[in-house]
């Protein structure tokens, strides 16, 4: 996990100290992953506003939602996901080509992503877990037919309250919510059915 030292202003008066927190995530290659002989486009995630945001977010009740003080996402976490789930996708060697929508490459599909849920979350506990929510939908460039969806979820525990552990989690469950994906979307895309006439 990388840490950054910047600084935020929070008035015109004062500037306190923000620790900017830049997860790695690096997913090994799973060998029950199959090879892909088409191309996806990865669409920018969407998300709701409060989700949308650098802010790191913490639900310390139900019902509550919070930010840490003096702590960022070095990004907003809908491109932390976006840039996962490409890098680990090209780093695989098992498709052909993925590139991001902005790139101006129309692909055979598109994966369409919308994070419902990143924060840590406390459930009725004394330390919080790091919990991702992610909706999923391939869907074929062609006839903008959706082929797969799916809503993915992860969580892991913090190892105790502190912002740099809880941070630590985020990356775990990054981790694993891209796992998840990429070999949803690389046994998915092959599978895709031709409708009825």
Request: charged share 20%; hydrophobic share 40%.
């Amino acid at each position: 996990l990388m840490v950054l030292v910047g600084c935020s202003v929070l008035s015109t008066t004062q500037r306190d100290p923000v620790t900017i927190y830049s997860p790695d995530v690096r997913v090994p290659v799973d060998p029950a992953w199959p090879n892909a002989d088409w191309s996806l486009v990865i669409a920018k995630p969407t998300a709701a506003r409060v989700v949308d945001s650098p802010r790191i977010s913490v639900r310390p009740v139900p019902g509550e939602l919070q930010v840490y003080r003096g702590a960022s996402w070095a990004q907003p976490a809908t491109d932390l996901l976006q840039d996962a789930v490409q890098r680990t996708l090209e780093d695989s060697g098992r498709i052909r080509a993925v590139a991001s929508s902005d790139a101006g490459i129309l692909g055979d599909y598109r994966l369409v992503m919308d994070l419902r849920r990143f924060e840590a979350d406390y459930a009725g506990q004394s330390t919080p877990s790091a919990v991702i929510e992610v909706s999923a939908k391939l869907v074929k460039n062609r006839d903008q037919r959706v082929v797969a969806s799916r809503t993915f979820l992860q969580s892991k525990p913090a190892s105790d309250a502190e912002i740099a552990n809880v941070a630590a989690a985020f990356e775990d469950s990054l981790s694993a919510v891209t796992h998840d994906i990429v070999g949803w979307v690389l046994g998915n895309g092959g599978k895709d059915p031709q409708p009825s006439l």
